[in-house]
């Protein structure tokens, strides 16, 4: 496998442009997902950003019925007290926010926001994040940054890629924009426009790719280029069975071990099963590896 990243290819060819839902937990306003809404959108996807009106991370799987806006109103001021429990940016109607956990609010992107503005169709393919903060191990079990990629893949019958960076604090979408989530949306762009170009469908069914970046700093793994995308598990595999045969090998390494590799510039990429949030089976993850084989590095 090489590992080049093929950033040209990300931003030039509009034809394999597709129907995108995307949220997270951070909130519907934090920097990181505006800068991916923003570079999807750039390569000419048509981007729906239905995300939580709060910061809801470490919620999960959790869904409820939204609510009107409290007294403080949406983070960082964007929206106000008292505003309906589901609303839009003023000026893009494309920028969502649900009063309630990321779950609830890409149920509500995939199911009516979505479909309002695409005439009717439905999403083909779910993001969400990039997290603020990774998400490995038993992280995964617990992050609404997932929990949203697996409702999609798993209820919604939508493939989905949940991203996580190692690196930032929660950061107002109107704040100058932080090296890091430059990187990583350069990075998730490459990943997606590599997942559209392999051709429908995106993903084996009831799987979601657990994607994960490594640390950036001002000297250190501060540009796209510099990365490698790495197969890797969800969970050790202490007790599982063979995974798909990568680089020479039937056992993936766990995606802990890589991302917190200290000086490494690499992004792991776990194929995940949506029924139980753990490593899917070799079968669909060879699926999925031969999709993105154009970008993929040995460890």
Request: hydrophobic residues 40%.
């Amino acid at each position: 496998m090489r590992s080049g990243l093929l950033l040209a290819a990300a931003v030039a060819p509009f034809a394999s442009a597709i129907r995108i839902v995307q949220s997270n937990d951070d909130g519907w306003a934090e920097i990181n997902a505006r800068t991916l809404f923003n570079s999807l959108a750039a390569a000419g996807n048509d981007v729906v950003l239905s995300g939580p009106a709060e910061n809801q991370s470490g919620t999960g799987s959790s869904d409820s019925t939204p609510k009107t806006v409290d007294s403080d109103g949406c983070q960082y001021s964007s929206c106000p007290a008292g505003a309906p429990a589901t609303g839009a940016n003023a000026t893009d109607p494309r920028l969502n926010y649900v009063n309630s956990y990321p779950v609830t609010s890409i149920k509500r992107g995939i199911s009516t926001t979505g479909p309002a503005l695409w005439n009717g169709a439905a999403p083909q393919l779910a993001v969400t994040g990039p997290n603020v903060g990774q998400n490995v191990d038993v992280q995964a079990f617990f992050s609404g940054t997932i929990g949203a990629a697996v409702y999609a893949a798993h209820t919604a019958k939508i493939p989905a890629i949940a991203f996580s960076g190692r690196s930032g604090d929660p950061t107002a979408w109107n704040k100058a924009t932080p090296i890091y989530s430059k990187v990583y949306a350069d990075l998730a762009l490459n990943l997606t426009t590599t997942l559209i170009k392999s051709g429908a469908p995106y993903l084996p069914e009831d799987v979601f790719l657990n994607v994960n970046f490594a640390e950036v700093t001002d000297s250190k793994c501060n540009s796209a280029s510099q990365f490698k995308f790495i197969p890797t598990r969800v969970t050790t595999g202490l007790l599982s069975g063979k995974d798909a045969e990568i680089c020479g090998s039937t056992r993936l390494p766990w995606e802990a071990d890589v991302i917190l590799l200290r000086n490494a510039c690499y992004v792991s990429v776990s194929v995940g099963d949506a029924a139980d949030k753990t490593t899917a089976d070799a079968a669909r993850q060879k699926i999925a590896y031969d999709k993105l084989k154009p970008i993929l590095s040995c460890l």
